[in-house]
């Protein structure tokens, strides 16, 4: 690897939560982007952005994922090349049907959660992390739009 390689390597990774959540025991932890990103993470390269998780795959690979890299873990912020597949476009599709992905992974007892954390003054981002959620889902639920486990 080049210099210039492992020099934006670290600056990617300086940008990644090693400690996010495990969502399947067998994968381990998530590693979440914590950089821009809207629900997918995103990183701006030459004037145009990039979703993170396929930053990754070309930092590890020297390649951009064709033409997609699925999540195994179902976290759209995980950057964690060892959660990621390539796949198709359908194949997403029907990958996010199977496991109910057209919904959110909150539970009803996970909004309570929320909402508590929100009083207690946890940052909106903070628990987005920490329910690997994006952070527009807290708001909902911050705001009062959401309080049911489709958020």
Known sequence: MNRLAGSAK?????????????????????????????????????NDFQLAHRVAWFLEYGVYPTPCALHKCDTPLCVRVEHLFEGT???????????????????????????????????????AQRYAVHQSAISHIKTGERRTSCV
């Not at 959540?21 to 821009?36: A, D, K, M, S, Y």
């Not at 996010?96 to 909106?124: H, M, N, P």
């Open 89 to 127: 476009k359908g194949e997403n599709n029907t990958d996010r049907s199977e496991k109910w992905r057209s919904f959110s992974k909150l539970t009803s007892a996970d909004v309570d959660s929320i909402v508590k954390a929100l009083s207690s003054g946890d940052s909106q981002r903070e628990i």
């Open 10 to 46: 670290r600056r990617f990774y300086q940008k990644v939560n090693f400690d996010g959540p495990i969502v399947r025991t067998e994968l381990g932890h998530c590693w979440l982007w914590t950089g821009c990103g809207t629900p997918y993470g995103r990183v701006r390269i030459d």
